[in-house]
């Protein structure tokens, strides 16, 4: 018994440093601030970062858990688009703060087409979210 225990404080002590290195990184990287400036809500960034913080200690619960909400399929599609415009924006803010695009045209010499490849990025990772989901992948 006081493996379990020991086992469970080792683990809720790990996964608090890890949620609050990535909330750490997502901060100091400017994403929430940078969102907030884009849609001219600054003000709002304190609750923000609230929000953010406590989705991730929420999901972290339902996921140790295997906590259930009974919101049916349509409330599971509504979740799942809004975590997929969560996860694409995250990534997109990310590659645009640390400059990944522009340095990787220069790499590869691309002058034209940089359309197409971020909405074909943005379609892979459509089709790719919905193969998983559709399919149980």
């Not at 409330?75 to 990310?94: C, D, E, H, P, T």
């Not at 691309?110 to 193969?131: N, P, Q």
């Amino acid at each position: 018994m006081w493996q379990q225990i020991l086992m469970a404080i080792t683990g809720l002590a790990a996964g608090f440093a890890v949620a609050g290195g990535l909330f750490a990184l997502i901060i100091a990287l400017g994403v929430v601030a940078r969102f907030a400036g884009k849609t001219h809500t600054a003000r709002y960034v304190f609750w923000y970062e609230d929000a953010v913080a406590l989705g991730g200690i929420l999901g972290n619960l339902m996921s140790v858990y295997q906590i259930s909400l009974p919101v049916g399929s349509v409330g599971a599609g509504i979740f799942g688009i809004f975590a997929g415009i969560f996860v694409g924006a995250w990534s997109m803010a990310l590659t645009e703060i640390v400059n990944i695009i522009p340095i990787f045209t220069r790499r590869i010499t691309l002058r034209r087409g940089m359309e197409l490849i971020i909405f074909s990025m943005a379609i892979g990772r459509t089709l790719g979210a919905l193969l998983f989901y559709i399919q149980r992948w």
